[in-house]
Nanobody, 122 residues
Framework: QVQLVESGGGSVQAGGSLRLSCAAI????????MGWFRQVPGKAREGVAA????????YYADSVRDRFTISRDDAKNTLYLQMNSLKPEDTAMYYC???????????????WGRGIQVTVSS
């Protein structure tokens, strides 16, 4: 497993932007699929965005497509999620995940961060 630490969360007004970062404590393989997920208390965890190793294929939930952008910098062992045009319904705990055999938004991931809160006010 890879230790992952999220940062960049916080509170923002609707229409604003935030950039989440996910730093891997150790070197992440360029073969690793990595993704972002979110969860609201009482609801199931939702896949937000994922990116295959090497960055060849992107996956986005319909609810965030054209507003969120996932990217990775393997030299810095870091995954990013740029979130623009935020809406109150984007409020959730956001989690970084790495190392999925199948990749995607509903696949199994071997490593997870502890999560970081994003709150969007109207």
């Amino acid at each position: 497993q890879v230790q992952l630490v999220e940062s960049g969360g916080g509170s923002v007004q609707a229409g604003g932007s935030l950039r989440l970062s996910c730093a891997a404590i150790e070197s992440i393989s360029r073969r690793y699929c990595m993704g972002w997920f979110r969860q609201v208390p009482g609801k199931a965890r939702e896949g937000v965005a994922a990116l295959t190793g090497g960055g060849a294929t992107f996956y986005y939930a319909d609810s965030v497509r054209d507003r969120f952008t996932i990217s990775r910098d393997d030299a810095k062992n870091t995954l990013y999620l740029q979130m623009n045009s935020l809406k109150p319904e984007d409020t959730a705990m956001y989690y970084c995940a790495a190392d999925s055999p199948a990749c995607g938004l509903t696949s199994y991931y071997n490593s997870w961060g502890r999560g970081i809160q994003v709150t969007v006010s109207s």
